[in-house]
């Protein structure tokens, strides 16, 4: 047996911001006066959908709503707001929530031009610094010799 669908909501041109603007390209003094550019804007989702190929706006406009609806960024909203009026935005919610524990994160940071796991970089650093680890005392040392370096040369630099 057949699941009937249902409509749960319908986005219009109400729904959206339309800009005219003047296409620019070929076409000359025509093309200048024209406003048959159209950029169609989603309020609620933020997606944007654009045309200007055509010299006809209705055109414009049609092919503009198609790439705004056919955007990632609407296909999200319209997911979520399908799930919401579905009832199912909680178990959403909660999904993520479960999956963003801290014992299901990794946590990487930089070290040394490697990546290394937080916790073994915060004992690395640490260990470097109670220590006096040679490689980072020359790594300090270096960076000070290099500032000097570049404030000895703008003291000799002649004024402009």
Do not use: Y
């Amino acid at each position: 047996m057949k699941k009937e669908r249902q409509l749960l909501f319908s986005v219009t041109l109400a729904d959206c911001r339309v800009e005219t603007f003047r296409a620019g390209g070929k076409g000359g003094q025509h093309q200048n006066k024209t406003e048959s550019g159209v950029r169609i804007r989603h309020l609620a989702s933020g997606a944007v959908g654009e045309c200007r190929e055509h010299r006809s706006q209705h055109q414009n406009k049609k092919i503009a709503f198609l790439r705004m609806i056919q955007s990632e960024k609407f296909r999200k909203w319209h997911r979520l707001e399908c799930a919401r009026r579905l009832g199912r935005l909680a178990e959403i919610e909660r999904e993520v929530e479960r999956m963003m524990r801290p014992e299901n994160l990794r946590v990487e940071v930089r070290v040394n031009g490697r990546w290394v796991d937080e916790s073994a970089a915060a004992g690395a650093i640490s260990g470097a610094e109670g220590e006096g680890n040679d490689e980072s005392a020359a790594c300090a040392g270096a960076i000070a010799e290099s500032n000097a370096e570049k404030e000895l040369a703008r003291e000799e630099a002649p004024e402009r």
